[in-house]
Structures are given as C-alpha cells and as structure tokens.
C-alpha cells in the first residue's frame, strides 16, 4: 500500500476564488488520478495526471476549470478555479503504484465547501 | 461506455444476518473487479480484488465476492456482519478507455448494521 497526504484537508472558499489541493505519495507510482465524490454520489474520474505534461481530462471537465500538475512521480496538484457552490465536494487523489496490480489507493480528501 | 451498477442504495441488516450487494458492470471484455469500503470519517480502502483465477474472492474483514462472467457479476457477501461493518461499499471495474485502463465506481451502497 501507500501513504497518500493532502492538502488541505477541508477549506470554505468565497465563489469566484481558486484553490489548490495538494496530493503527496511516500511510494513510487505509475498513475496519479483526481477523482470527485459530491454529497450523497460516488466517485467520479476528474482527470489522469501526466508527469512532466498535461493531464488527461475526463468527459465534462476542462482544464481552464481543473488545471493539474505533475511535476514529479509522487506530487500533484489540482486547482479548482473560479469556484461556484456547485464545485463543493470531496476531491480525492488516487494512485496506482508500481509493481503492483491495478488497484488504486486513495488520500484522505479535501472537502470543499464553496459559499 | 463502461458502466458498473450497484443495486441497492442503502441496506439495513442485524448484526449476525448475512450481507450480499450486488454489482454489475457493462463491459465486455477482460475486466479487473474490486470492493472498496469508507467507514464513517475514514478514507477509501481496497476490500478485495478480482484480477484472474478463482473467481471467489477472499478479501478482509470476512469479506468474499464472486465473480461470474456470464452474468457481469461481481456480488460482495459476508455471512455474518457486525455493528463494525457500518460503511459505505462501492464496487468498481477497472477496464480499458480512452487514454487507457480507468477505474470506474458505482453509485456506492450505505450499509448501516444495528447491534
């Protein structure tokens, strides 16, 4: 398994202002993926994070909206930018490590609450 | 698209009665199949897998799933839950998509058991 952090770990923005979410793996990974989880949904695939190039964005997000980097094997970020009260919501970072199958494993989450 | 259905949206059993939650996805071809649990306030954790082989599969805590193809079918059970068994349970295909293999969850089933 592996050590998944974020940052922060819940924060209340204003509407209309950005947020950068910080995801920190202690393991050597393959693939890094942002995922969302609304009040009462399940999970869905935000985008794949590329090191050293742009992400790979699901269907219904763009990346104006949820720019992501990867700079390295174990860190990325996902800004949610110009937040509305519909953007509140768990943002999770997931990994699949190396040398291993394709499960993945989760960070704690950063709940979001936009006013 | 692939897809993975989850039958029952909240399920309220007696400690000591045998669970089963049913899964089901959309695609047809060589899938990997997993379990995931979120107790109250904790991250996701992996309950067990399904990559090949036997298709019953033991995982933590008592858990077991069956896989059968012919059906799409990915079942969770356990024979006898516990107070400690009170989480959410989503089941999730990991198959092959744009850009490649993504994991996909379904809508997640609240299991509330009483002591």
């Known amino acids: 398994s592996a050590v998944i952090s974020q940052k922060p770990s819940r924060d209340i923005c204003q509407r209309g202002t950005s947020l950068t979410i910080q995801c920190q793996v202690d393991s050597q990974v393959t693939m890094m993926f942002w995922y969302r989880q609304q009040p009462g949904q399940s999970l869905t695939l935000i985008a794949t994070a590329n090191q050293g190039s742009e992400a790979t964005y699901e269907s219904g997000f763009v990346i104006d909206k949820f720019p992501i980097s990867r700079p390295n094997l174990t860190f990325s970020t996902l800004t949610v930018s110009n937040m509305s009260p519909e953007d509140s919501s768990i943002y999770l970072c997931?990994?699949?490590?190396?040398?291993?199958?394709?499960?993945?494993?989760f960070g704690p989450g950063t709940r979001l609450t936009v006013l | 698209a692939q897809s993975v259905s989850q039958h029952n949206h909240h399920v309220i059993l007696s400690e000591a009665a045998s669970l089963e939650l049913g899964c089901n996805y959309s695609?047809?071809?060589?899938?990997?199949l997993f379990w995931y649990v979120q107790y109250p306030g904790q991250h996701l954790q992996l309950l067990l897998k399904?990559?090949?082989?036997?298709?019953l599969v033991k995982g933590i805590k008592g858990f077991e799933a069956e896989f059968i193809k012919s059906k799409f079918s990915f079942n969770l059970r356990k024979p006898s839950v516990q107070w400690s068994d009170t989480a959410e349970y989503f089941c999730?295909?990991?198959?092959?998509?744009?850009?490649?293999?993504?994991?996909?969850f379904g809508a997640g089933t609240r299991l509330f058991v009483k002591a």
């Open positions: 399904y990559f090949s082989g036997d298709p």
């Open positions: 997931s990994v699949r490590l190396a040398g291993g199958y394709n499960e993945q494993f």
């Open positions: 999730a295909v990991n198959a092959p998509g744009t850009g490649g293999f993504k994991t996909i």
């Open positions: 695609y047809g071809g060589t899938v990997n």
